[in-house]
């Protein structure tokens, strides 16, 4: 039987998937207005899968991910400014403004790769759960990836091995794209896959695996600690298929903010979200759903929207302290590549 979150646990869970909403629907601002260039994701809609996920993880625990990794690199604990100063392309990014949106990584919390090429972290992360069972050091490595990897041979490969070898692994994919009423159970085929479910791909290779409605903050905890602690227990890898719907915003090529900034009162007033979202508000928005839980424990409305505001304060610092970063010198263009080329 899996422990129940404290009060104090939830609220903090809260904070973490207000904290990733606040950043990126900061971030989608900052693009309109022209302040970065290139493409991005955002992980709109998926909080609670990565917060509770992250949450049963230890600090000397390993994280892959993918493109859509801002949501992952703030509940493990990256700061919002030197995250948001990396996008901008500043010096005093996370890593000197060289990875920009789809490549940041924080080794000093476990963080070794987030990719944008398809399946390219899940073998890191078996690397890297190969290395933890060598030295006998007890670390777990945790990936996330989107149901397109499982069209990867890499994925394939990675599995394998891992089965084989019982790697301390754990698998979460992210599947953002299943209706709300199927989210918890049921058989939704891909498009693109021949299997009826994901998971009969891993239990092919003899993994544990499971479904999780991935907007359902308590069961994906229980689920994920039980896959860590078997993990560190030596019994191997497991595979959870986390499933949420896909927030209206990340529709269009670039992600867009539908009906405006997310308002806490569409929590316990369902009828003020704006037509165009309110439906995937009420039944698949995670913070709208965590936050009914949270009143429902004890919590008052206005202590809610104080932790919000308190946030949103956060991001505005954030924000400034990015925009006034400096540029990377010139000189150092070639810092950090494998051959710096000869002089002329």
């Known amino acids: 039987m899996t422990e ?31 302040v970065f260039q290139g493409h991005y994701h955002l992980y709109i809609g998926q909080e609670a899968t990565g917060v509770a996920a992250i949450a049963r993880l230890e600090a000397r625990d390993y994280l892959f991910t993918t493109h859509r990794n ?35 990584v924080a080794p000093e919390l476990g963080i070794l790769q987030t990719s944008a090429i398809v399946g390219g972290c899940v073998p890191l992360a078996a690397g890297a759960a190969f290395s933890a069972r060598y030295r006998g050091s007890g670390q777990v490595a945790m990936v996330f990836f989107g149901d397109g990897v499982l069209e990867e041979g890499a994925f394939y490969e990675a599995l394998n091995m891992a089965a ?37 791909v891993a239990q092919s290779f003899t993994l544990p695996c499971s479904v999780v409605d991935g907007a359902d ?70 913070i709208v759903l965590w936050i009914r839980q949270v009143l429902a424990r004890g919590a008052t409305r206005q202590e809610v929207e104080a932790l919000d505001a308190q946030l949103v304060q956060q991001v505005d610092r954030a924000t400034e302290w990015a925009m006034q970063a400096p540029w990377p010198e010139p000189s150092t263009a070639l810092q950090g590549v494998f051959a710096e080329g000869r002089p002329a």
Not at 169 to 198: K, Y
């Open 217 to 286: 903050l308590e069961a994906v905890y229980a689920v994920l600690g039980e896959m860590v602690a078997r993990a560190r227990r030596g019994e191997g890898p497991s595979f959870v298929e986390a499933r949420n719907s896909r927030w209206p915003g990340n529709y269009p090529l670039y992600p867009a903010i539908v009906g405006g900034n997310t308002e806490l009162r569409w929590a316990w007033d369902p009828q003020a979200a704006p037509a165009e979202v309110r439906e995937w508000t009420d039944r698949s928005d995670p």
């Open 70 to 104: 801002h949501g992952h690199l703030l509940a493990r604990g990256v700061a919002p400014e030197r995250l948001l100063a990396e996008i901008l392309g500043r010096a005093s990014g996370l890593n000197g403004g060289r990875s920009g949106t789809l490549h940041p």
């Open 164 to 200: 084989l070898w019982k790697l301390p692994l754990v698998l979460v994919c992210e599947n953002n794209s299943i209706p709300p009423e199927l989210r918890a159970a049921g058989q939704f085929p891909s498009s693109t896959h021949a299997a009826r479910q994901l998971v009969e």
């Open 4 to 34: 129940a979150l404290s009060q104090a646990q939830a609220l903090e869970l809260l904070r973490q998937m207000l904290l990733i909403r606040r950043f990126e629907e900061r971030l989608v601002h900052l693009y309109e207005q022209g």
